[in-house]
């Protein structure tokens, strides 16, 4: 069974860190590019991040780019995302995502093949 597991979710206030994991099963996760979605209370999903199967080019939203780093352990098949100097519009649930395209994750999301359930970050004031 093809799944993604988030977790590392939580309330912090802002200027704080969290440490998102997704754990990866069901597929061949170090030929996958992998990602992370978020979708803020009342707004579109959007982009965060996404990392090559190797691990070796990342890419980032505008919004994260110098505060978030995505990075990935293929022999425990497990995606990381660390966010530091958290600010209130960071709340959002983030959802990992898989794909055999790192462009998809990046520029077409209705093609990603994999999502996870999500879970919720809240950065309070």
């Known amino acids: 069974q093809v799944q993604l597991v988030e977790s590392g979710g939580g309330a912090v206030q802002a200027g704080g860190s969290l440490r998102l994991s997704c754990a990866a099963s069901?597929?061949?996760?170090?030929?996958?590019?992998m990602g992370w979605f978020r979708q803020a209370p009342g707004k579109e999903r959007e982009f965060v991040a996404v990392?090559?199967?190797?691990?070796?080019?990342?890419y980032y939203a505008d919004s994260v780019r110098g505060r978030f780093t995505i990075s990935r352990d293929n022999a425990k098949d497990t995606m990381y995302l660390q966010m530091n100097s958290l600010k209130p519009e960071d709340t959002a649930v983030y959802y990992c995502?898989?794909?055999?395209?790192?462009?998809?994750?990046?520029?077409?999301?209705?093609?990603?093949?994999?999502w996870g359930q999500g879970t919720l970050g809240t950065v309070s004031s």
């Open positions: 995502v898989a794909d055999r395209q790192l462009g998809a994750i990046k520029h077409d999301t209705q093609r990603v093949e994999v």
């Open positions: 069901g597929f061949s996760f170090s030929n996958y590019a």
């Open positions: 990392i090559s199967w190797g691990g070796i080019n990342a």
